[in-house]
């Protein structure tokens, strides 16, 4: 079975706080996704990567960056967090299906 | 026309009933269209996909039709259990581009008992 791991299910952060979330799959996968998802709105591609160090910019970068040094783990940075980036951030990574870890709701006061 | 158009957004469901919820798409390049299902708390999880060249596919109480030149897909959920309650999204994706999803907007089903 594949295992998509995020290393937090619940964070809470201050304005301005410099943020990680990390994602880990265990599947040899060479694509990984970040979104983040509000009501209303549904999934919000973030970044995505195809390969080790390569990244690009989804539907909603502003305001995150990414890293993927080694081919299992993705990390999205918020570079110094705002309150309208509280909500659920959800990594995924794929072949050709996409396989979602458990999210991290992220609120920042 | 890289989108995709779900509805309903919301959907209330007498237990032993139908659910379906409508995808339509324009990019004629998208060859595969999964769903996914979502329970509150939860990550998606893939529930059934599809791609073009069959106009139907059935897993269970799950069935997606395909209508090729109208590019709409659906999902019906035959026997509706409380426990199908949850947040659907449909997507679409053309193969060699990475694994990139375009997901609809979602429909949250309520199954009532």
Redesign the interface.
């Known amino acids: 079975d594949v295992k998509?791991t995020q290393s937090s299910r619940y964070l809470v952060k201050r304005t301005g706080e410099k943020v990680f979330l990390e994602c880990v799959q265990d599947m040899d996968h060479?694509?990984m996704?970040w979104y983040r998802q509000d009501p209303?709105?549904?999934?919000r591609?973030i970044y995505?990567s195809?390969d080790v160090k390569m990244k690009?910019k989804g539907d909603i970068p502003e305001g995150y960056s990414v890293s993927r040094e080694k081919k299992e783990r993705f990390s999205l940075i918020l570079e110094s967090a705002s309150t309208n980036q509280t909500s659920m951030y959800?990594c995924?990574s794929?072949?050709?299906?996409?396989?979602?870890?458990?999210?991290t709701r992220l609120t920042v006061l | 026309q890289q989108q995709v158009k779900q509805s309903p957004q919301s959907l209330i469901v007498q237990k032993g009933g139908i659910s379906i919820i409508n995808c339509a798409y324009e990019n004629t390049a998208f060859d595969y269209f999964p769903w996914y299902q979502q329970f509150p708390g939860k990550g998606p999880a893939l529930l059934i996909a599809i791609r073009p060249d069959v106009s139907e596919k059935k897993e269970g109480r799950f069935t997606i039709s395909f209508n090729k030149s109208a590019k709409q897909f659906s999902l019906h959920i035959m026997d509706s259990q409380p426990g199908d309650s949850a947040t659907y999204f449909c997507a679409a994706s053309s193969s060699g581009n990475t694994g990139k999803l375009i997901f609809g907007q979602g429909t949250t089903l309520q199954v009532k008992p």
């Open positions: 998509v060479e694509n996704f209303g709105l549904g999934l591609l995505f195809y690009e959800l995924a794929s072949l050709r299906e996409q396989y979602f870890g458990p999210g």
